[in-house]
């Protein structure tokens, strides 16, 4: 699935284990960037078949599935490595965290957003109309609580959401027809949500990413940045059989809701 995406965008997919995407960013003539290489394999191979060299290496948290890569990719190019601050992460040699700026080549510079929620060491990278959101955000559905709690989590989400509606966004999994099935039971009157689950089950189909999203698609159907819509309260309390006074409790009992289903 190593192919271009549709549009202009300096990225193409890369595909990992079972259903992971490294993303690679052209960065100059010839270079591009990767963003969680958890396995140096496919990299390696997307690199020589599109005779491309490697600039950098950008890491959002330190869980192995976007980590494992990194010390074989380094035994090959002498590259930085961008990563959360606050964990030790084998090879990383630019550590980053919140308002800083990682510059890649002809690429304006990367804002690093603090997003923690799914683990506390959790980054995003953001610019030139491109979010790079690990496992916080996905298309219809948010990362799991590994370390993190709902409050912290919904204030992560919230700093994505505040972004602009045609920033594009690039997960780090092809979650989305699982999480449209969940979205689907909060909202089945949404409109928006029916006709992005028909696009998606036809682009799955042909075996093409459903990503990157959009900030706007997002905010139409994603439910966990929905909190404060009454349909989804309401089913965050049908779901909880108690009252969700507060958007971090209709987004506490959503992420519990999730996890069982």
């Not at 075996?207 to 349909?231: D, H, M």
Request: proline share 7%; hydrophobic share 40%.
């Amino acid at each position: 699935m190593n192919k271009p995406l549709p549009h202009q965008d300096p990225v193409f997919a890369i595909s990992a284990f079972k259903d992971n995407y490294i993303w690679a960013i052209e960065t100059g003539p010839g270079k591009v960037a990767v963003v969680d290489p958890g396995d140096a394999a496919p990299v390696l191979s997307a690199l020589a078949e599109r005779q491309l060299t490697l600039s950098a290496i950008l890491i959002t948290h330190h869980h192995s599935d976007h980590t494992g890569g990194i010390r074989a990719l380094l035994e090959k190019f002498a590259v930085p490595v961008f990563g959360p601050t606050n964990k030790a992460i084998d090879g990383i040699s630019h550590p980053v965290s919140e308002g800083d700026q990682v510059q890649l080549q002809r690429l304006s510079p990367l804002q690093v957003i603090s997003v923690p929620g799914h683990t506390l060491d959790h980054i995003a990278y953001h610019g030139q109309g491109m979010l790079f959101c690990g496992d916080t955000l996905f298309s219809a559905g948010c990362g799991r609580l590994f370390e993190g709690d709902a409050p912290t989590m919904y204030r992560s989400l919230a700093k994505l959401a505040a972004l602009k509606d045609e920033t594009r966004v690039y997960c780090a999994h092809e979650y989305t027809q699982a999480n449209l099935r969940f979205a689907w039971k909060i909202e089945p009157a949404n409109q928006a949500l029916k006709t992005y689950m028909e696009d998606v089950a036809e682009r799955r189909q042909h075996n093409l990413p459903t990503l990157p999203s959009t900030i706007a698609k997002e905010k139409a159907i994603n439910p966990f940045l929905r909190a404060q819509e009454i349909a989804v309260k309401d089913a965050a309390e049908a779901y909880a059989k108690a009252p969700c006074p507060t958007a971090v409790d209709v987004f506490a009992a959503l992420r519990r809701f999730k996890d069982e289903s």
